[in-house]
């Protein structure tokens, strides 16, 4: 069975820097488009950053890019999202996703991880 | 990017009812469509890709449909279970941009 557990989440003040953690079993990280997305407190989902199967490429939304990154370790089959210069609007549950063979939408989700940015 | 807008933002209806949700694309998407059902407190769970593939495990009274910038998800017959929000997405192209959500309420 597919499973990914996040983790990582949890207060931090703004211009601050956490790293989200998203621990995968029952398959490889690397063999599927992996996607970061997100959700503010009473708000719709926001798709955040995706990390591609064997092509490698990463992919941010604009609100992110240049302050968020994300990556894997394959060794640890677990996808990472390092999240820096945070900002209030940034608060939300970040959930982590696994697409189906060869595509890049969600077909398996983690059950979230709460980032909660203030002073 | 491409813009995903959803319609009704709200829809409140009763059991047994048949609700269609609408999704305008910005530019088409051809079929790369997905339909989400989320719970308060939960994770979204696929419910359809590809517009109208329904995915394994996922009752038949869910539909899907469109192609190119509209398409539509539809319960034929609502059950207590369904009432949620319901989130369309976009997979043609990043990001891979969500609708912003209708709400199905109990009237």
């Known amino acids: 069975d597919v499973q990914l557990l996040e983790s990582g989440g949890g207060l931090v003040q703004p211009g601050g820097s956490l790293r989200l953690s998203c621990a995968a079993s029952g398959f490889t990280v690397n063999s599927y488009a992996m996607t970061w997305v997100r959700q503010a407190p009473g708000q719709g989902l926001e798709w955040v950053a995706a990390?591609?199967?064997?092509?490698?490429?990463?992919y941010y939304a604009d609100s992110v890019k240049g302050r968020f990154t994300v990556s894997r370790d394959t060794s640890k089959n677990t996808l990472y999202l390092q999240m820096n210069s945070l900002r209030a609007e940034d608060t939300a549950v970040y959930f982590c996703?696994?697409?189906?063979?060869?595509?890049?939408?969600?077909?398996?989700w983690g059950q979230g991880t709460l980032v909660t940015v203030s002073s | 990017d491409i813009q995903m807008t959803q319609s009704p933002s709200t829809l409140s209806a009763s059991v047994g009812d048949k609700v269609t949700i609408t999704c305008r694309a910005s530019q088409s998407i051809n079929i790369w469509l997905a339909w989400y059902q989320q719970k308060p407190g939960k994770a979204p769970k696929l419910l359809i890709s590809?517009?109208?593939n329904l995915e394994s495990g996922v009752p038949s009274r869910f539909s899907g449909s469109g192609s190119g910038t509209e398409f539509t998800l539809t319960i034929s017959s609502l059950q207590p279970d369904d009432f949620a929000t319901y989130y369309c997405?976009?997979?043609?192209?990043?990001?891979?941009?969500f609708g912003q959500g209708t709400k199905l309420e109990i009237k």
């Open positions: 997405q976009q997979y043609n192209s990043y990001p891979k941009t």
């Open positions: 990390f591609t199967g064997s092509a490698s490429v990463t």
């Open positions: 996703a696994k697409g189906p063979p060869g595509f890049a939408y969600a077909s398996d």
């Open positions: 590809r517009a109208s």
